[in-house]
Nanobody
Framework: QVQVVESGGGLVQAGESLRLSCVAS????????MGWYRQAPGKQRELVAT???????VYADSVKGRFTVSRDNAKNTVYLQMSSLKPEDTAVYYC???????????????WGPGTLVTVSS
């Protein structure tokens, strides 16, 4: 069974920084894309940032220049460094991973339980 678990959420003031981590575990062959989504109260879940197994990154326009996504493939971990946080960044942040499972080879998309980030003004 594969899973991803987030950590690092919390309460910060506007302008401060926070780093989220997401660790993948279980019986998988490899991980393709890993990334972060968020869902604010009353809104749909949206992409924040995602990264391929290589260097390719995609960011939402609202976080470009403030957030940085990175991966440590040896640790099966993806990070989200968030700087210059704004109250509108308040949301539950979800990790998402696209696994390649063995025997037989197949893809599986997995979501973490989420971690709450609250930015006060």
């Amino acid at each position: 069974q594969v899973q991803v678990v987030e950590s690092g959420g919390g309460l910060v003031q506007a302008g401060e920084s926070l780093r989220l981590s997401c660790v993948a575990s279980g019986g998988f062959y490899t991980i393709n894309a890993m990334g972060w989504y968020r869902q604010a109260p009353g809104k749909q879940r949206e992409l924040v940032a995602t990264m391929s197994s290589g260097p390719n990154r995609v960011y939402a326009d609202s976080v470009k220049g403030r957030f940085t996504v990175s991966r440590d493939n040896a640790k099966n971990t993806v990070y989200l460094q968030m700087s210059s946080l704004k109250p509108e960044d308040t949301a539950v942040y979800y990790c998402n991973a696209d696994f390649l499972l063995p025997n037989p080879y197949r893809r599986l998309e997995v979501w973490g339980p989420g971690t709450l980030v609250t930015v006060s003004s």
